[in-house]
Structures are given as structure tokens and as C-alpha cells.
């Protein structure tokens, strides 16, 4: 137990909020769908001295996670409980079909579509892109008829109109290792390739968007436009802030391309966060830039950038690790406060309304 408290020091903040807090000792509105703005500030240990609320109702406007995840051991009813607490309306699902154990996986599409169903408007489905036949060893990469096999699989499924988006797709990425067997691996495919230009452009006859995760590094980012470029009819979501690229670079991006959003799933920092993609992990390199500090202050380059682009951004927890749903709570609070610190239209929109358009979902 102790060797993995070392260990995971994602979660160990938290935690430690909560011992020092106490759940039971948080307002009612901290535990409710309801959160008032000393309750944010309590449960994520920011300095109300620290930040700048510019959008006070940022605390109680309805949100759409809109970058989550689906595992096998992810009850409807859990996530349910799990967004009502936190004042969540709709969440996205994208699954993960990993078969190993240590990858946490074993969801399937149908779960997914299955929850929507039972619960209308709560839950946003999506065909999966993580799975282990489009991992590092997987053919689709290099073998035509493989990878037309699984579009014939995508467009299937897409074809129903049960699905609202095709993703996450893992493209370049960092290793990590968060405990309990629950690890990720170092990927760096080619972001254009044949494969992910076929499923983009699937993508797009279908209407709905293509979610991919690729670090902004030189090659990978010019890959990524050329992606982009290839399928201007393609809703692209770019994960973590567009790859945690620079706010002078996404600006540059989101001027040219018009079918590009970002989304800030895990993207939050705060002064009890102790890792995620806000906090430069899994890997901290001169092509990570953050959207909050240390203070949980929005950096003033990222607020300038959400502002002028309010109709370009979602957010999302990034909750890939059923354990992490005990602290679903915390990161709606820390993202909420991130919201606070930008105009009340835009933080509307970036809370909410840019998802329910790009998802296509009814009104709240």
C-alpha cells in the first residue's frame, strides 16, 4: 500500500484534501450539483487572494465532460452519482478495449451506446480508438487490408447514428505508470498516415468528430496539420489543449484551420494537483506548456487565448482509471475555478455549449 502511495502521485493530493478537509465537513454545496465558489476554493485548496473570478456562475453552470473514458468496471449508476455530485450534465464515453488487465480496458462500443440509451442526454457515445490492434504493434499502421477491415468496423457502428464521435486515438505519446498495474506505453505513430486519413475522412461523412492525442513536438505537430488539412469537412478534436502547445502556436492553428478544436481534458493544475497533463506529466519538455499554475491561476497567454477563441474549447477530466472517479469531484472543482478566471460567455461556451454543438445534443 505505502510503496504505492510513492508511486501514484497523481491521486495522493486528493486524498490528502480529503484527510485534511474532510468530506463530511465540506459544505452541502460541495456535495451537491450546486457548488458555491468558497466550496471550489476549499475542496481544491486554492487561495482566494490568489486568482481573479471573472465569472462567478462558472461554479454552478451546467458542464459536458467532454474528454472522459469507458472501462468495463464503470458503472452507469457509478458515473451517474459521480456527475450529480459534481454538477456535470452530460458526459463523454470513449471506450477502451485493451484486453490486457493492466490496462484497465475491456469496455466495448456497445457498453457505451448501451449506456446512453438507459440514461438520455447523460452519456455521449463514441466508436473507440484505443484498442489493441491500433497499438504500436497493430497492422492498421502497416497493413492496408487491416486497417480497412476496421474502418468497415467504424463506419458500421457510425452508420446506426447511436455514436457521436470516433476516438480517442493515441498517436504520440509518453509513457506512464499511475499504480496498480495501470500503465500506459511510449507511442509515436505517424499522425498522417493512410489509416488515419481514411478513419478522419470516415469521420467526416459521418458528421461527427475525430478525437486524437498527439505532444505538439515539431514532427508530430506538422503532421498533425497535414491530418487536419487533408479532411476540411472533419471536426478534429485536438486532446490536452491541442497537444499542450504554446498559446501563440494553437492561436496560429485555430486562425487556419477552422474544422480544429481543442480540448482541455486533464488539463487542470492546482496547488494539490501533483501530476496530470496540467501539471507537465508524464514528461515535462520544452514543448509542454500549462494552462494553470502552481496557485491554480489561469496563465494570462491561455485566458487571452480561451477569450479570443471562446467557440474552439471543451473540457474534460480525462478519468482513463476507474480509481480515479473517487476524485471526480476534485477535478470538476479545479476546472470550474479554471473557467472563473475568463468571461462569463466564453466560460459558458467552453463549459458547455461548444460540446453540445460539435456533439450534436440536445439542449440542456
Known sequence: MFAAWRRHREWRAPLLAAFIFGWSSLPATARTATPDLSALFRLTGVDPSHIRIEAPDAATMPMVDAHNHLNKDMTAEALIVAMDRAGVAAMVLMPRHYAAASEGGLATDELARDYAARFPGRFVPFVAGQRD??????????????????????????????????????????????????????????????????????????????????????????????????????????????????????????????????????????????????????????????????????????????????????????????????????????????LGQINAEAARAIAAGNARRIFRMPGP
Open 133 to 338: 490492434d491500433l497499438g504500436p504493434q497493430g497492422e492498421a499502421w502497416s497493413e492496408p487490408r487491416a486497417a480497412r477491415r476496421i474502418e468497415a468496423e467504424f463506419a458500421d457502428k457510425l452508420s446506426t447514428g447511436a455514436y457521436r464521435g470516433l476516438g480517442e486515438f493515441i498517436l504520440v505519446h509518453h509513457a506512464y505508470d499511475v499504480g496498480r498495474g495501470e500503465r500506459g506505453g511510449e507511442l509515436n505513430l505517424r499522425v498522417d498516415s493512410v489509416a488515419m486519413r481514411d478513419f478522419a475522412s470516415l469521420a467526416g461523412r459521418h458528421r461527427v468528430p475525430l478525437l486524437f492525442h498527439a505532444e505538439a513536438e515539431p514532427e508530430a505537430a506538422r503532421q498533425v496539420e497535414a491530418l487536419i488539412a487533408s479532411s476540411p469537412e472533419t471536426p478534429f478534436i485536438w486532446a490536452h489543449n491541442c497537444g499542450r502547445a504554446s498559446a501563440e502556436d494553437t492561436a496560429r492553428r485555430l486562425s487556419r484551420y477552422p474544422n480544429l478544436m481543442c480540448d482541455l481534458g486533464h488539463m487542470f493544475n492546482g496547488p494539490l494537483t501533483q501530476g496530470g497533463y496540467g501539471k507537465g506529466w508524464p514528461r515535462k519538455t520544452e514543448w509542454v506548456h500549462l494552462v494553470q499554475d502552481d496557485d491554480g491561476r489561469l496563465r494570462p497567454e491561455m485566458k487571452a487565448l480561451f477569450e479570443r477563441f471562446p467557440d474552439r474549447f471543451i473540457v474534460g477530466t480525462d478519468t482513463a482509471h476507474t480509481f480515479y472517479l473517487r476524485f471526480y469531484e476534485y477535478r470538476i472543482a479545479i476546472i470550474r475555478l479554471m
